[in-house]
C-alpha cells in the first residue's frame, strides 16, 4: 500500500498531492477521482488553454503543453451533459482552463492576492481538486464565441454574474450557459460569468503536472 503521508506536503493544513502514484492510490480506491482528458469523451470540443500561452493575466506561460485538460470523472460527466444540451442549439463549449496545478495558484496568488478572481493557496481551488472549468460557447457551423460583455479574465464587475446593464443578447447568453452548467451540477462563480465548479467534498488538492496524467491516462 502506498504510504501516503510521504507524498503529501502540508500548506496551512491543507493536503496537497504532488506525487502520481498517490493519486493512482486514491483513483483505485475510489474511480470516481479520476482525472479524464476531456477530448477524449468530447471529442469536439474546442481547446484554447490560455495559460499554456502568453495571453493570460500573468502574461507568461504557465502550463508547457497547450494539447490536454483534465477534469475528475464526475466533472467531466456532467460536461457531457451540458454539450449534449448545447448540441440541439447547433452551439459547443469552448475550453480555457480546467484542471489547474495548485503550485500555479499559489503563483497567480502571489500577483493579484484578490480572492474574488484567484484562489487563496490557504484553500485551495477547484481548479487543483479537478472540480472546476473555465469555459464560454461557440456557434458550431462558425466557430466564432457568443458574445458575453467581456472576454476571458476580465477582472472587473462587468464580468460579475450579478452583473445586468448589459444587452438582452449578452444576457440571453450568460444565462444559456450558467443555466446549462447548473441544470448537471455545476455551481457559477459569482465573480466570473466563465468559472464553474461542483462543489463535492473528499476532492484533494493536486500538484501533479500535465505530463503525469497524460503519459499514464487509460
Known sequence: MTCLPSSL?????????????????????????????????????????????????????????????FLRLPAARALVKVQQELDKKDLSLKIWDAYRPYSITVMMWNMIKDERYVA?????????????VDLTIIDKTTGVELNMGTGFDSFSDTAHQDFRNLSPDILRNRDLLR????????????????HFYMDI??????????????KNFN
Open 9 to 69: 506536503f502540508a500548506q496551512n493544513d491543507l493536503k496537497v498531492i504532488k506525487n502520481y502514484s498517490v493519486y493512482r492510490h486514491l483513483v483505485q480506491t475510489d474511480s470516481l477521482k479520476k482525472m479524464i482528458e476531456l477530448k477524449t469523451i468530447l471529442p469536439g470540443i474546442q481547446y484554447d488553454l490560455r495559460y499554456a500561452t502568453s495571453d493570460n493575466f500573468m502574461h507568461k506561460q504557465l502550463y508547457k503543453n497547450g494539447s490536454s485538460t
Open 179 to 194: 443555466t446549462s452548467m447548473e441544470k448537471y451540477g455545476f455551481k457559477a462563480l459569482e465573480t466570473e460569468w466563465w
Open 201 to 214: 467534498p473528499g476532492y484533494e488538492l493536486l500538484d501533479i503536472p500535465f505530463e503525469k496524467f497524460k
Open 120 to 132: 487563496d493557496p490557504k484553500k485551495g481551488s477547484g481548479h487543483n481538486r479537478g472540480l472546476a
